[in-house]
């Protein structure tokens, strides 16, 4: 499995970005994938998560309304769109494969596999 994170880079307050991974190796349409975050000196978080046929999304509190995942199975891809952005979303940016195999959205890392680079996020002010 190989999950290819892009679309990152400097963008000011109150901008926006639009992130894309990028799947192969995998049956795409059979997995949930989720995207997480990890600032500097930070644990990994979850962001928010997408199912099998982009039907069903779940987001943390903090992204509730500002980020939207979206996903493209012809394309073997699922998209960040992140508006509003603040300072504190500085960070680096993963999609990875939900390893449950179940109809339910997990936001655990330990739920998920395939993680790739990532893909560095800066807000300035």
């Not at 109150?14 to 989720?34: E, I």
């Amino acid at each position: 499995v190989q999950l290819q994170a892009s679309g990152g880079g400097l963008v000011q307050a109150g901008g926006s970005l639009r992130l894309s991974c990028a799947a192969s190796g995998l049956t795409f349409s059979n997995f949930a994938m989720g995207w997480f975050r990890q600032a500097p000196g930070k644990e990994r978080e979850f962001v928010g998560a997408i199912s099998r046929n982009g039907g069903t999304t779940s987001y943390a509190d903090a992204f509730k309304g500002r980020f939207t995942i979206s996903r493209d199975n012809t394309l073997n891809t699922v998209y960040l769109q992140m508006n509003n952005l603040k300072r504190e979303d500085t960070a680096v940016y993963y999609c990875a494969a939900d390893r449950t195999n179940t109809k339910y959205l997990f936001t655990d890392v330990n739920d998920y596999s395939g993680w790739g680079q990532g893909t560095l996020v800066t807000v300035s002010s």
